[in-house]
C-alpha cells in the first residue's frame, strides 16, 4: 500500500534521510531503530554472505525526509507528515538460501513510499508461522489512502562563512 517510481539502480551513490536508522527494517522488527539524521553509501550487501553493514537495500522507518544521492545529482523527497516506510531498492537473495523465508517479495519499483510493508522470516520458518505481526497486510473497508510528497531537484545550497 503505497506508491513506487522507478529510478536506475546504478545511478544512485547513497542516501541521507530524517527517520529511523540506520538499519533497514522489517514488518515485524520494527524496535531497535533510533530516530535522528542518517547517511549510507551504496551498497548491494546481502545479509550473511557480506560483512558491509548497514545494508543499503531495502525497508526504513519513519522518514520525514530523504535525499537521495545519484550520479545525476541529488533529489530530495520530504512529506507533511513521516512517511510511514521509505523502499530503497530491492534486496538480493542470498546464494546459498533454499527458500524464500528471508527475501519476501517487494513492490515493484526500486523507490517506493509505503504504508505498509513485508515481515521477514527465518532461515527455517516463513513469516507467516511467526505471530501477529508476521501476517500479510490487509486493507480493511477499502480505505483510500492519501498523503503529500514533495520532490525537490534543485541544486542544495552550500553557506560557507
Known amino acids: 500500500m503505497g506508491i513506487t517510481f522507478d529510478y536506475p539502480e546504478k545511478l544512485i551513490t547513497g542516501m541521507k534521510w530524517l527517520g529511523r536508522g540506520p538499519y533497514r527494517v522489517w514488518k ?14 551504496y551498497n548491494d550487501a546481502i545479509t550473511g554472505e557480506d560483512f558491509e553493514y548497514p545494508e543499503f537495500k531495502g525497508y526504513h522507518a519513519d522518514v520525514k525526509w530523504v535525499v537521495i544521492e545519484t550520479k545525476q545529482g541529488n533529489f530530495t523527497v520530504s512529506a507533511d507528515d513521516k512517511i510511514p ?29 509505503l504504508n505498509s510493508i513485508s515481515a ?9 508461522l511467526m505471530g501477529s505481526q ?13 498523503g503529500k510528497l514533495r520532490f525537490n531537484f534543485l541544486p542544495e545550497l552550500v553557506v560557507s562563512n
Open 28 to 41: 515485524n522488527r520494527l524496535k531497535g531503530m533510533k530516530y535522528g539524521i542518517w547517511h549510507k553509501a
Open 85 to 113: 516506510f521509505l523502499q530503497m531498492l530491492q534486496p538480493g537473495k542470498a546464494k546459498t538460501a533454499t527458500n524464500d523465508n528471508t527475501n519476501p517479495a517487494f513492490p515493484t519499483g526500486s523507490i517506493g513510499f
Open 120 to 128: 521477514i522470516g527465518t532461515k527455517f520458518q516463513a513469516a507467516t
Open 134 to 146: 508476521s501476517q500479510k497486510n490487509t486493507m480493511l473497508n477499502y480505505t483510500p489512502i492519501s
